[in-house]
């Protein structure tokens, strides 16, 4: 009697974790090969190949492990897999002019990219944080700082990113870039940065 009851406690931990027997394999599983297939087969060119009967056809392959892993990386290699995301872009800072918070021409193609990075993927959420210098009052310097991380969200919404993915912020003259007295370490500081 207990063993009965242990032999089918290990059938139910072998199906839990994935393990299985030939004698559970669908019928149609038999016309498939079970060895590395080309990764055409495995992975569709694309989304209308993506159909039901393919679907059911890959996951009824029973691939170990090791022969998936090897698909998954000729599949990108041979670009039959197209990436989730794009790369994010590399540049995230906006500086401005002394107690300005206007956003310059210069700054245009860096939004841009953004914004495309930001579109592709409406899942992403971007947080804009403006700063500043230590100069002048530190309510002043907080306001200023919202107006400049506002005026990039507005120029990241006209280059196309959906207004539901950006957070504007402002943190004024705390947490500064570079904590030097110049002028070249203030204008470090007066900033807009763009955190994913």
Request: aromatic share 6%; glycine share 4%.
């Amino acid at each position: 009697m207990k063993f009965s009851h242990a032999s089918a406690l290990i059938a139910v931990i072998l199906t839990a974790s994935g393990c299985s027997t030939t004698n559970n394999v669908p019928e149609d599983v038999n016309s498939l090969s079970t060895s590395p297939q080309n990764p055409a087969q495995i992975f569709a060119d694309t989304k209308d190949d993506f159909d039901e009967v393919r679907i059911k056809q890959n996951q009824s392959a029973r691939l170990s492990r090791d022969e998936q892993i090897q698909l998954a990386v000729e599949a990108a290699v041979t670009d039959r897999v197209e990436p989730i995301l794009m790369e994010q872009p590399r540049s995230r800072t906006i500086y401005f002019t002394f107690s300005k918070s206007s956003v310059e021409s210069k700054w245009k193609a860096q939004l841009k990219e953004h914004a495309r990075y930001i579109s592709s993927d409406l899942s992403l959420r971007l947080m804009v944080a403006g700063f500043t210098d230590e100069k002048g009052a530190a309510d002043f310097n907080l306001k200023l700082g919202k107006k400049r991380a506002d005026n990039v969200c507005k120029k990241l919404v006209e280059f196309g990113a959906r207004k539901e993915q950006l957070t504007c912020v402002s943190y004024g003259e705390s947490h500064p870039a570079d904590p030097g007295k110049d002028d070249a370490s203030r204008a470090r500081n007066r900033r807009a940065e763009l955190l994913y």
